[in-house]
C-alpha cells in the first residue's frame, strides 16, 4: 500500500498543474479549432465541418497581405529589439563591476515598463505628431518646412511603439545568459592575445544564444499577437493578424476570427519549434 501510494504522489503534486493547464489552454484552444470548421454565411454561424474559413484566408489578397504585413512588423521589431539589448545587455553584465550597481541599473531599464501599454503608447503622440515634438526641432532647424506625416500614424510609428514595449523581453534573457559567462572565458582569451571581435564571435555569443533565443520567442510571439498597438498608433492604417481577428470578433465573424487563431498559432509554433531545434534553451530555464 505504502508503494503505491509512493507511486502516485508524482501524479498528485503535478495534477493541479495538469487540470489548470487543462481548463485554461487545452479545452480553449480546441474550442476555437472546432468553431474554426463550422459555417459562416455572413450573417449567423452554424455548426458543422467546412473547409470555406480556410479556403477563404489563403485565397484571398487581403488576407494574405495582412499575414505578410504582420510577418513584417514581427521581423523588423525584432532586430531592433536585439540590436538594442545585446550592448545594453553587455554593459550591464561586463562593465558594470558590482552586482549592486548591475541591479539598479537593470530596475532603471524595468521602471518604465510598470507602466500600462496603452499610456507608453499615448506617451509617443506629443513626440510624433504634426505638432510634435521631432516636427517642431525639424521645421526650427529648416530641415523641412511642412510637417513631416511619416511619424505619426504609420508603420513607422507602429515599429517604435512595439520596440518600446518589448525590448525589456529581450535585454532581460540575454542579460540573463551573460551574467552566466565564466569571467575566466574571457580573462584566458585575453591573454592568448583575442581580439574583443574574436571574443564575441567565439565565446560570448554561443553563449549567449539560448538567451536570445528565448528572448525572441518572447518578443516574435507578442508582435505576432498584437492589436492595441497596431490600432492606435497606426490610426486604423495599417493591419495585423492579431487586429484581423479583434475586428472580425467585434463583427460576430467567430468562425473567421477562430480560422485565423488557428492559422496563427500554427505559425508562431513553427516557428518557436525552429528556434528550439537550432539553439538548447534548457540550461536557461
Not at 484566408?57 to 545585446?86: G, M, P
Not at 550597481?101 to 501599454?117: A, D, G, H, R, Y
Not at 592575445?193 to 536570445?212: D, H, N
Given at each position: ?55 477563404g ?56 515598463f ?91 555569443l554561443?553563449?549567449?544564444?539560448p ?34 481577428i ?23 509554433l ?16
Amino acid at each position: 500500500m505504502l508503494r503505491n501510494w509512493k507511486a502516485l504522489q508524482p501524479y498528485l503534486w503535478a495534477a493541479p498543474q495538469a487540470i489548470v493547464f487543462l481548463l485554461f489552454l487545452v479545452i480553449p484552444s480546441g474550442a476555437i479549432v472546432v468553431v474554426s470548421f463550422w459555417e459562416f454565411n455572413g450573417y449567423s454561424m452554424t455548426p458543422g465541418f467546412t473547409l470555406q474559413n480556410y479556403l477563404g484566408i489563403f485565397t484571398s489578397k487581403v488576407y494574405l497581405t495582412t499575414y505578410l504585413n504582420t510577418f513584417k512588423f514581427a521581423s523588423i521589431v525584432w532586430l531592433l529589439t536585439l540590436l538594442i539589448a545585446y550592448p545594453v545587455a553587455y554593459f550591464l553584465s561586463f562593465h558594470v563591476k558590482t552586482l549592486r550597481w548591475q541591479v539598479i541599473l537593470f530596475l532603471v531599464c524595468v521602471i518604465p515598463f510598470l507602466t500600462s501599454n496603452v499610456i507608453r503608447m499615448i506617451s509617443w503622440i506629443p513626440f510624433l505628431g504634426r505638432e510634435g515634438v521631432i516636427n517642431k526641432t525639424l521645421m526650427a532647424l529648416n530641415l523641412t518646412t511642412q510637417p513631416v506625416e511619416i511619424f505619426l500614424f504609420s508603420d513607422f510609428a507602429v515599429i517604435l511603439a512595439m520596440v518600446h514595449l518589448y525590448t525589456l523581453f529581450m535585454i532581460g534573457p540575454i542579460f540573463n545568459s551573460m551574467m552566466r559567462i565564466d569571467r575566466a572565458l574571457i580573462t584566458a582569451a585575453e591573454d592568448a592575445g583575442a581580439s574583443g571581435f574574436q571574443i564575441q564571435k567565439e565565446i560570448i555569443l554561443p553563449l549567449v544564444a539560448p538567451g536570445i533565443a528565448i528572448g525572441t520567442i518572447f518578443v516574435v510571439t507578442l508582435v505576432m499577437g498584437e492589436f492595441a498597438t497596431v490600432r492606435l498608433m497606426s490610426g486604423g492604417q495599417s493591419s495585423s493578424i492579431g487586429y484581423l481577428i479583434k475586428n472580425q470578433i467585434g463583427s460576430l465573424q467567430y468562425p473567421l476570427a477562430a480560422a485565423n487563431a488557428v492559422i496563427l498559432l500554427a505559425i508562431t509554433l513553427v516557428l518557436v519549434f525552429s528556434i528550439l531545434r537550432v539553439v538548447d534553451i534548457r540550461k536557461e530555464l
